[in-house]
Each structure stands twice: as C-alpha cells, then as structure tokens.
C-alpha cells in the first residue's frame, strides 16, 4: 500500500437505520438474513433477470479466507496506470467502483470461491477519512452484502505526530458507531476484527503509552456491549516486534505482503515468485516458533509494481495461478497446525484488486478467473466443473468508472 495513492476525500453515507437496530437483536437478524437465502447452495435475495445472478454459495469447510479490498479505483483518472498494462484490465472493465451492482458482481464471485470477507483499506487520520466508497456506496448497499463477512485494515499510514490516545478513542467510537453493530461485521468469539497496517507508527508517536490507549480502546468496545475487540497488527519474522505488540495488547500479528519474501538480495528489481512461495512459508514459521504472538498468515498472488513504481518496480517473475495454489495450500497446512483464537483457521490474501501492485485475484484478463479457481481449489469441498458468467455472458453492462 503506497499513501501516494491516497485520494480526495469521499463523503460517509449514513449508516443511521443499522444503528436503530437494538444490538441485542443484531444475532437474530443475521440469522434470519442468511435464513431468507435459503439453504444448501442457492442464496441471495430473488432477482430478475436483468440483475447480478443469485450467488451459488460454496462450504469453506471452518476456514475463513479473506481478501483485501484496496479502494483505490473510483474514477477513470485512476485505472489510467493500466492502459499500459492491458493484460491487467478487470473482466469487469474500468468500473465505477463504489456502484453496489459492481460489488454485487464482486462479492458473487467470491463466495462462490471460497472468500469468506473482505478485509477493506480504511482510512483515518485525526477524523479525516477517505476512500470510502467501495465500503459504504458498494458494500453497505449491496444486494448480496448478507453473503460476504467485512471487517477494517485501519492504513494508519499517516504522517508523524498524528496519534494520540484522544485520537485512538474517537477512531473507536466511530467503529462502535458505524460498522460494529452491523450483522456482516467480522468477529472473532464476539469480538470485532480490525487489522493495524502500521503498530510501529502508534509506537512512535505515543510510546509506552501506546499500550494503555490499546487497552482503553477494548475497554471502549467492552463497555458498548461486545466481548471485546480482536486486534490484529501487522508484523514479519522480527521477534522483537512480535514481542512488542504482545507487550501493547495485540491478538495476533499478520501482514499486508511481504513482496521481498525469500529475496537473498533485497535490492534486486526481479526475483522469481517461486521463492516467495518460500520465503512467505518461512516467515509464518518464524512467527508461530516465536510463540509470542498467534499469527494469521498472508498469502500473495504475486507482485509486479511497474504501474505504480516504474523502472523502479519490483517485479516477481513466474508466478502463475497454479504457484499461487502451492502457497494457498502450505497457508491451510500452517492454520491446521497454527489456528488462533482457541481453533479459528483463518488465512488472508493481500488482494482482491491491487492492480497496481500486480497482487490479484479478482477474475481479469490475463487470468480470467483461474486465481479464484484455486481458492476454491485449496479451501472449499467443492470438486468438478463450474461455470463463471461475467455480465458480458448474460448481455449485461456495468457501470463504468466517471
């Protein structure tokens, strides 16, 4: 994630009728929601024929595999870096992300793939927010939004001096407000998921106080009616690091990438994506023979950065969907032995959709859908054929990018 990329400021949608509904009753109306699907592998409100085709869900079998979700594509001036990199150009063309019939697209193929939530980049810094759309115009309004489980990768990426406890406990309060409540929210034991892009930016900012703002955040969630709040702060193979964010309160420790991963030489420009396969392996070990801190592993389809970076890019040569397919299946290996939370077998992919980083799963011309394939692949008891439509298959449009 790059903050050079960060966006103009969109507006929050209100989300004041979820807030009307009594916590209390949020179980019960999750339960009826999924309820109103319908059983077995037909899901999803009715629709005509001139809407996104009903999601057939599939069984991830008790794994829960989620995919970041970059919101960095709302307008045309954005998907721009690709027109060099055609290959790169979604099955869904430069759509108007944001647009619930797109995210509606989106979350279709992924429960019938195996993805069980988007973890969405948010951002905050000191109340100000930004690129929300893909969330709160696209999600939060989807039709299929009851299929697919969110949660927040707060990219705190901010500028230095911008934390403070005052800060962290509005951040919460805002969390408690808008999204916590909500049926679809990612928990944990009852306890809302958030992952912290950069724990070390808190820790330099704040200190050893650091640790105290955490605990008053839980403390906040506690008192809103939640058994807590499950943190997550993103960490690599230092086991001093896993051992600070032990120390400050964190649940467990994952990653967003680690596009150098098994790279001898840190500043090559190319490197095989065979030895990230290993590297990413390694790096989960690591952290699980630490014992400091449980650990959700992060997998990558791989990584070409040349849209965003240019000669300056790293590029991981080789990779393809059937190597992505060996890392997906050493990740389900480690959460068998490694899960968190008393039993939970959880695994992230860094992305969906971060075309400019090469790290892509969401169904594209130079793949199709052979990413998502092998996901479904890895994690479902799915076997045999299936068929993927894309609104072109049905004579459908899809609302393009302004």
């Known amino acids: 994630m790059i903050t050079r990329r960060q966006i103009a400021l969109v507006s929050l949608t209100s989300l004041r009728a979820a807030r009307r509904t009594p916590r209390r009753l949020l179980p019960a109306l999750l339960t009826l929601l999924i309820a ?123 500028p230095p ?90 649940d467990a420790g994952t990653g967003y990438n680690y596009h150098r991963a098994g790279m001898p030489d840190k500043s090559a420009s190319a490197w095989p994506y065979d030895d990230a396969v290993d590297g990413y392996e390694r790096i989960w070990l690591a952290n699980a023979k630490a014992g400091l801190l449980e650990y959700v592993p992060v997998t990558e389809p791989g990584w070409d950065s040349r849209p965003w970076d240019g000669d300056k890019a790293l590029v991981r040569t080789g990779r393809t969907p059937e190597r992505f397919a060996d890392m997906l299946t050493r990740a389900r290996a480690f959460v068998d032995g490694h899960p968190v939370a008393g039993g939970k077998k959880i695994v992230l992919i860094e992305a969906w959709n971060e075309y400019g980083e090469g790290a892509v799963i969401e169904p594209h011309r130079e793949w199709g859908f052979a990413y998502l394939d092998v996901v479904r692949r890895v994690f479902t008891s799915e076997r045999g054929t299936h068929r993927d439509v894309t609104p072109e298959d049905l004579g459908l449009s899809i609302p393009t990018a302004p």
């Open 36 to 158: 109103g699907c319908g059983a077995g592998t037909t899901t999803a409100p009715s629709a005509d024929k001139a809407e996104v085709p009903t999601p057939r869900l599939v069984s991830t079998d008790g794994y829960q595999v989620g995919a970041y979700y970059f919101p960095g594509w709302p307008t045309r001036a954005q998907w721009k870096v690709l027109d060099t990199f055609p290959e790169r150009r979604p099955l869904l063309g430069y759509y108007a992300e944001g647009d619930p019939v797109v995210m509606d697209w989106q979350i279709k193929w992924a429960v019938e793939h195996g993805i069980t939530f988007f973890a969405f980049d948010w951002y905050w810094d000191r109340g100000r927010r930004q690129l929300e759309h893909a969330l709160h115009r696209g999600y939060l309004k989807a039709r299929f939004r009851p299929l697919l489980k969110f949660c927040l990768l707060w990219a705190n990426h901010n």
């Open 161 to 250: 001096g911008s934390h403070s406890e005052a800060d962290l406990m509005a951040l919460v309060d805002f969390w408690i407000a808008e999204y916590f409540g909500l049926p679809e929210y990612l928990t944990i034991d009852g306890k809302p998921v958030v992952i912290v892009f950069a724990p070390s930016l808190l820790r330099n900012d704040m200190g050893s106080e650091a640790a105290a703002a955490i605990r008053r955040m839980r403390a906040r969630v506690e008192r809103a009616g939640y058994p807590g709040l499950f943190l997550i702060g993103t960490v690599d193979d230092n086991r001093d690091e896993q051992a600070r964010l032990a120390a400050e309160g964190y």
